[in-house]
């Protein structure tokens, strides 16, 4: 059976870990030349909507998906920008939100930001904590702090690769985020085709619903362990597995 026949095509993918090999600074991800170069040829072809869809605000995904045709969604689905420049951001209300929850989370991120090791960065709409610096002997002891983070009342946290990602908004996912696109683009995935490429605990929950609606979901580096996923090894990779299955069409 070939699982991209369908109407029309939805290509969905996660920026850190998927497109962008993983760095230690963050400040120096970088979108994979050839990954680049697949968004083009997918986005270039009629019947093919493609999205990069990412925790990191929408203007520093930008900055790093140079690629006008591509649509990029930022907070995991919050903010969007669609081709031809057009924005779809969050309002005031939910502004509001966002404040009264990071006021919540300031004393235990501060606790964190003392531990030896361990980097906060603050993304806008949610906050990572790094502790791939901390020394292997000492991680066992930042599981209390992580598990008193992750507890923080209306939040939601997830795993990913020496880093956990805490969401201001709990129902906020990168599912919620395909989920929210494809309501925006009245795209059916009972009708249309879906795949979804990720590479964390975040991604997982919309590989979860992909899979569900019959699409396919693969897992750079393989760290995502569903059901019916598949895995590739690194960036590169995955744009030469995507490449086979664009081909099938």
């Known amino acids: 059976m070939n699982h991209l026949l369908g109407n029309r095509r939805f290509w969905v993918f996660d920026f850190d870990g998927t497109l962008s090999a993983m760095v230690p600074d963050r400040d120096a991800a970088e979108l994979h030349p050839e990954c680049q170069a697949l968004l083009e040829t997918l986005s270039g072809k009629e019947g093919n909507f493609v999205a990069v869809l990412s925790s990191r605000e929408i203007d520093d995904l930008a900055s790093r998906v140079p690629l006008p045709d591509v649509i990029l969604g930022g907070a995991s689905g919050l903010a969007w920008r669609f081709p031809g420049g057009v924005r779809l951001l969050p309002g005031d209300p939910v502004e509001k939100r966002r404040v009264k929850v990071r006021k919540t989370l300031a004393p235990i991120l501060n606790r964190l930001s003392a ?135």
């Open 115 to 249: 531990y030896p090791g361990v980097e906060v960065e603050d993304k806008g709409w949610s906050v990572a904590v790094h502790y791939r610096q901390v020394f292997p002997d000492a991680t066992p002891m930042l599981e209390p702090l992580l598990a008193e983070l992750g507890g923080t009342p209306g939040t939601r946290m997830y795993r990913g690769t020496y880093a956990v990602e805490v969401q201001l908004f709990p129902n906020v996912s990168k599912s919620f985020g395909v989920r929210r696109l494809c309501r925006l683009l009245k795209f059916d995935p009972a009708n249309d085709r879906i795949l979804y490429a990720g590479d964390d605990d975040n991604d997982a929950v919309a590989m979860r619903w992909v899979l569900k609606k019959g699409g396919i979901a693969l897992s750079v580096g393989g760290r995502v362990r569903v059901r019916g996923v598949r895995p590739v090894d690194d960036p590169a990779a995955l744009a030469r597995a995507v490449r086979d299955l664009a081909e099938e069409t």
